[in-house]
């Protein structure tokens, strides 16, 4: 085993929960070693036909990867090891959000802008897939939270010019944890920790009427605006000082993903397959996390 490949232990977690090959056609490479090529490339941030050949032809990494994007695999992986530890109480639901810029390398602003998608045409602009111009060129942000103990629970796309505060609903809407007894999936942490970017009467408000705990700073703008109006300003937010020195997880959580070059740069060209590429890095972050609180 080399460097950044799957550990026995990893192997034996997530081998029942991949697909099985139903016998027909040529036999298929094994898992192991094609996923071990993947971790490579996503590692290295190299091209595809760089990835070398003790990991089998790389037509055959790139296609699984790909295969296993479109048909959700490797977000239910991730979604399992989430069950997995929130069904014996290890999940923290004090969550923390924000956000990350990675620039996006110039072979990421190739798509394609017409397609087809079961016989229809369909039109991929800049923003569908994730990128936004700045100064230095195209970005994508990475929205992103996680739980009490820095562990990645949803993230989510949009173009680096993007704001944090517009885009809050629709992370919010990417967490979902599915419950083993049934019913319906937890989607509301007991309390949601963010930076000043995210300090609006819409996200509180939001908060607010789903009993999540805000634990947001305000900006001294809306101080001073608040103070202005005197009485008709109202009360000012409570603010939880000592758990907001926990928002560091989630920063914490951003400088482990971005230790993968292929997450640090964006180098594809659809922001589904860059998406599919943190979220074998978001995997990979339980998967090590599980193995070291199994040591004695």
């Known amino acids: 085993m080399r460097r950044g490949e799957l550990t026995d232990k990893a192997w034996q977690r997530i081998e029942p929960l991949l697909p099985a090959t139903d016998g027909r056609g040529r036999p298929w490479r094994g898992h192991r070693q094609v996923i071990d090529g993947i971790l490579w490339r996503l590692r290295t941030g190299a091209p595809w036909r760089d990835i070398p050949e003790r990991y089998g032809p790389w037509q055959t990494c790139y296609e699984r990867f790909k295969r296993w994007d479109q048909d959700g695999t490797w977000a239910r992986l991730l979604e399992e090891m989430q069950v997995k530890d929130d069904s014996v109480g290890n999940v923290e639901w004090t969550f923390s959000i924000d956000s990350t810029i990675s620039r996006a390398h110039q072979r990421a602003a190739g798509a394609r802008k017409r397609g087809t998608t079961q016989g229809r045409s369909i039109r991929r602009s800049r923003k569908s897939q994730a990128l936004g111009r700045s100064r230095g060129g195209f970005t994508t942000k990475l929205h992103l939270i996680t739980e009490g103990r820095g562990l990645p629970m949803a993230t989510h796309l949009t173009g680096g010019n993007v704001a944090d505060c517009t885009a809050f609903e629709a992370v919010m809407a990417k967490l979902r944890v599915r419950r083993v007894t049934g019913g319906r999936p937890r989607t509301r942490p007991d309390a949601l920790l963010g930076d000043k970017g995210y300090s609006s009467k819409k996200i509180r408000t939001y908060l607010r009427q789903r009993g999540i705990k805000a634990v947001i700073p305000e900006r001294k703008d809306q101080r001073a605006n608040r103070k202005r109006k005197g ?23 951003f400088g482990k993903l971005k230790q993968w070059r292929a ?34």
């Not at 009360?235 to 926990?246: E, I, L, S, V």
């Not at 890095?281 to 609180?293: A, N, V, Y």
Request: charged fraction near 30%; charge should be positive; glycine fraction near 8%.
């Open 231 to 253: 009485s008709r300003g109202g009360r000012p937010h409570a603010f939880d000082r000592q758990t907001y020195k926990q928002r560091n997880l989630v920063e914490r959580c």
């Open 263 to 296: 997450v640090a740069t964006r180098f594809d060209k659809l922001a589904s397959r860059y998406l599919a590429g943190v979220t074998i890095g978001c995997l990979m972050l339980w998967l090590r996390h599980m193995e070291s609180s199994d040591r004695p």
